[in-house]
C-alpha cells in the first residue's frame, strides 16, 4: 500500500479558501489514481473528489462542484495531488482524506490506501 501525507488544512472564515496537498512516501503517487475524502463529525465519510493517474479524468462531488477543484503535478518531486477549495462554507468543515489506487473508478474501495486526514474548519 501506498503510505499517504495531506497537508494544507486549517481554520478559515466563510467565504475563503484552503489548497489541500496530498503527497506519497516511498513511491511516485503519480502512478495512482487519487481521491479526496471529508467526513464531519457524527456524519460518514463522503466523496468530495477524484483524479485518474495522468490526470485526464476527474470526478467531482455535485455538493461541492463550481467551488473544489482537483488537479495533480506529477512532475513535481513529490508528485502532488491538490484539492482547491474556494468559496468555503460551514458545512465544509471536516476532516479531509487522501485516498490512493491504481483505478480511478476504485477509490476509496478495499485495497486502497488513506492517509491520516487534515482538519478543515470553517468558521467565522
Known amino acids: 500500500q501506498v503510505q499517504l501525507f495531506e497537508s494544507g488544512g486549517g481554520l478559515v472564515q466563510p467565504g475563503g479558501s484552503l489548497r489541500l496537498s496530498c503527497a506519497a512516501s516511498?513511491?511516485?503517487?503519480?502512478?495512482?489514481?487519487v481521491g479526496w475524502f471529508r467526513q464531519a463529525s457524527g456524519k460518514e465519510r463522503e466523496f468530495v473528489a477524484s483524479?485518474?493517474?495522468?490526470?485526464?479524468?476527474?470526478?467531482?462531488a455535485d455538493s461541492v462542484k463550481g467551488r473544489f477543484a482537483i488537479s495533480r503535478d506529477n512532475a513535481e518531486i513529490p508528485n502532488t495531488v491538490y484539492l482547491q477549495m474556494n468559496s468555503l462554507q460551514p458545512d465544509d468543515t471536516a476532516i479531509y482524506y487522501c485516498?490512493?489506487?491504481?483505478?480511478?473508478?476504485?477509490?476509496?474501495?478495499?485495497?486502497?490506501?488513506w492517509g491520516q486526514g487534515t482538519q478543515v474548519t470553517v468558521s467565522s
Open positions: 485516498n490512493s489506487h491504481p483505478r480511478v473508478d476504485s477509490v476509496g474501495l478495499s485495497g486502497s490506501s
Open positions: 516511498g513511491r511516485t503517487l503519480g502512478l495512482y489514481a
Open positions: 483524479i485518474s493517474w495522468g490526470g485526464t479524468v476527474t470526478n467531482i
